[in-house]
Each structure stands twice: as C-alpha cells, then as structure tokens.
C-alpha cells in the first residue's frame, strides 16, 4: 500500500526557520506532482505549495509565496518545504499530498499523509 509519512514539525518562534519533510513509499509506479496542505484549528484546509516531479515546475499560495519553498528528491520519492519567516498565522497542521499512480493501466490517485503539526509563538 503506498504511505505518506510527513516528519520536521514543532515549535518555532516568530521569524524563525522550519523545514518539512514528506516521504512517499510503497506500491509506486510514477508519480505526477507532490504538495502541502495545512489546516487551522476552526478553519477550512487550504493549499501550501505543489512542485511537479518532472520537470520540478512550483506553485504557491499568495500567503506564503516569498517565505516558502518547495521542493522534490526524485531518488527519495521525497518532498521537501522550507519554511522562513514564520509567522503566527502559519501555525497549523500541515499534510502532505501525492497524486500517484500505481501501475501500467492505473490511473493517478491521491494520498494523503497523516500531517505534522507546525506552532509559530513567542
């Protein structure tokens, strides 16, 4: 079975530095792009960041373009965000995302991982 196993949260001060760390394992035949998703307590869950795995092309959303980067380890089936500047309001749990395809014939699915919690406070 494929597994999403995210890993990096914690606390973190104002300002401060974190990096996440996805990794995809399992009955995996290609996969199409990999992201982040985080979710407030109250809040609807909302989309971070997406790269590509061919060709690494990256999207992000406009509240954390600029602080975030994201980013792939294609021999690892590993994704990757750093996060800079952090802020209160990026406190969350952050998922991880995959759309992969099991094999030849199969169509691509998602997976979720179980997320990681993220704590930005003095």
């Known amino acids: 079975q494929v597994q999403l196993v995210e890993s990096g949260g914690g606390l973190v001060q104002p300002g401060g530095s974190l990096r996440l760390s996805c990794a995809a394992s399992?009955?995996?035949?290609?996969?199409?792009?990999m992201g982040w998703y985080r979710q407030a307590p109250g809040k609807e869950r909302e989309w971070v960041a997406n790269?590509?795995?061919?060709?690494?092309?990256?999207s992000y959303a406009d509240s954390v373009k600029g602080r975030f980067t994201i980013s792939r380890d294609n021999a690892k089936n590993t994704v990757y965000l750093q996060m800079n500047s952090l802020k209160p309001e990026d406190t969350a749990v952050y998922y991880c995302?995959?759309?992969?395809?099991?094999?030849?014939?199969?169509?691509?699915?998602?997976?979720w991982g179980k997320g990681t919690l993220v704590t930005v406070s003095s």
């Open positions: 995302n995959a759309k992969i395809n099991k094999g030849p014939s199969h169509g691509y699915m998602d997976y």
């Open positions: 399992g009955s995996i035949f290609s996969i199409n792009n």
């Open positions: 790269i590509f795995i061919i060709g690494a092309d990256t």
